[in-house]
């Protein structure tokens, strides 16, 4: 589900959610959007990876919720293609 909400739009990547398919979605980033890995945080329960794609950051985070792929509005053409494609690979 692709939301936008006061300048930052979120992707709640619904069916990958557990907490080893963020290594999934990174590589599919890398891979097919040219993402740069900037910054991975990883704790027990949360991940937070910083990427970059066409000079725009972009987190990806897992929590208790799943994972989820956030960017300010500039990312909107970037985050609009991700959520396409994620869309025509997931179901």
Same mark, same amino acid.
């Given at each position: 589900?692709?939301?936008?909400?006061?300048?930052?739009?979120?992707?709640d990547?619904?069916?990958?959610?557990?907490?080893e398919?963020?290594?999934?979605?990174?590589?599919?980033?890398?891979?097919? $959007?040219?993402?740069?890995?900037?910054?991975?945080?990883?704790?027990p329960?949360?991940?937070?990876?910083?990427?970059?794609?066409?000079?725009?950051? $972009?987190?990806?985070?897992?929590?208790?919720?799943?994972?989820?792929? $956030?960017?300010?509005?500039?990312?909107?053409?970037?985050?609009?293609?991700?959520?396409?494609?994620?869309?025509?690979?997931?179901?």
């Amino acid at each position: 589900m692709l939301l936008i909400e006061n300048e930052l739009i979120t992707l709640d990547i619904v069916t990958l959610n557990t907490y080893e398919d963020i290594e999934s979605v990174g590589k599919y980033l890398e891979k097919y $959007f040219d993402a740069k890995v900037i910054e991975k945080l990883d704790g027990p329960d949360a991940r937070v990876w910083t990427y970059e794609i066409q000079n725009i950051k $972009f987190k990806l985070q897992h929590n208790s919720y799943g994972n989820i792929l $956030f960017t300010t509005i500039d990312g909107k053409p970037v985050m609009d293609m991700i959520y396409s494609d994620l869309k025509n690979r997931l179901e």
